[in-house]
């Protein structure tokens, strides 16, 4: 069956940087795209970018444009996610998804890992 | 960006009640519109895809509709599995982007 299975929780300093993994199996990995979204405490869905696992093509948010980072290792079916230059809005829960792209859907997700980022 | 807005942000209702939450997209989205469903401290669940299309899987009391910029889910009979906040999301254009959330409980 399909699984998304992320790295566990993280605590930064301002200013730091978080890579987050997420191991994928049960599917061809290089056939679908990986989402990020993330979910401040007690807030809705923020779409982060999402990256091609066929060929490493991105499109991040423009708001985290320069900050962001998101890479794929083909050879162990794990993506990343690495977030810079760390604030207190970054604490946040971090979700990948499988991307769908031809049903336009985010249709397997992990179970999430929570970054707080705390002095 | 394109702006996805839910109605209502809240409602209570029965077990076994009609329940129909709206999305109103800021421009046209065609039918790129998906529905999700998330419990408390889980991830979020793909309930409907393109608009109307039912996710394998899921319960068929689950239904959506719309098209062009107005959208709305249906859960025809309401069981208390359902308690959950349910988010719009737009897939027709970079960046994607989510509605604000709309918390369904049991009154």
């Known amino acids: 069956q399909v699984q998304l299975v992320q790295s566990g929780a993280e605590v930064r300093k301002p200013g730091a940087s978080v890579k987050v993994s997420c191991k994928a199996s049960?599917?061809?990995?290089?056939?679908?795209?990986i989402s990020w979204v993330r979910q401040a405490p007690g807030q809705g869905l923020e779409w982060m970018g999402w990256?091609?696992?066929?060929?490493?093509?991105?499109n991040y948010a423009q708001k985290l444009q320069g900050r962001v980072t998101m890479t794929t290792d083909t050879s162990t079916t794990t993506a990343y996610m690495e977030l810079r230059s760390l604030t207190f809005d970054d604490t946040a829960v971090y979700y990948c998804?499988?991307?769908?792209?031809?049903?336009?859907?985010?249709?397997?997700w992990g179970q999430g890992t929570l970054v707080t980022v705390s002095s | 960006d394109i702006q996805m807005t839910q109605s209502p942000s809240s409602l209570s209702a029965s077990v076994g009640d009609r329940v129909t939450i709206t999305c109103r997209a800021s421009?046209?989205?065609?039918?790129?519109l998906n529905w999700y469903h998330q419990k408390p401290g889980k991830a979020p669940k793909l309930l409907i895809h393109a608009a109307s299309s039912l996710q394998s899987g899921v319960p068929s009391r689950f239904s959506g509709s719309g098209s062009g910029t107005d959208f709305t889910l249906t859960i025809s009979s309401l069981e208390p599995e359902d308690i959950a906040t349910y988010y719009c999301?737009?897939?027709?254009?970079?960046?994607?982007?989510f509605g604000q959330g709309t918390k369904v409980g049991i009154k």
């Open positions: 990256i091609s696992t066929y060929n490493d093509i991105t």
């Open positions: 998804a499988r991307a769908n792209a031809a049903a336009g859907t985010d249709d397997y």
């Open positions: 999301q737009q897939s027709y254009s970079i960046p994607q982007t």
């Open positions: 049960g599917y061809t990995f290089t056939t679908y795209g």
């Open positions: 421009q046209s989205i065609s039918t790129y």
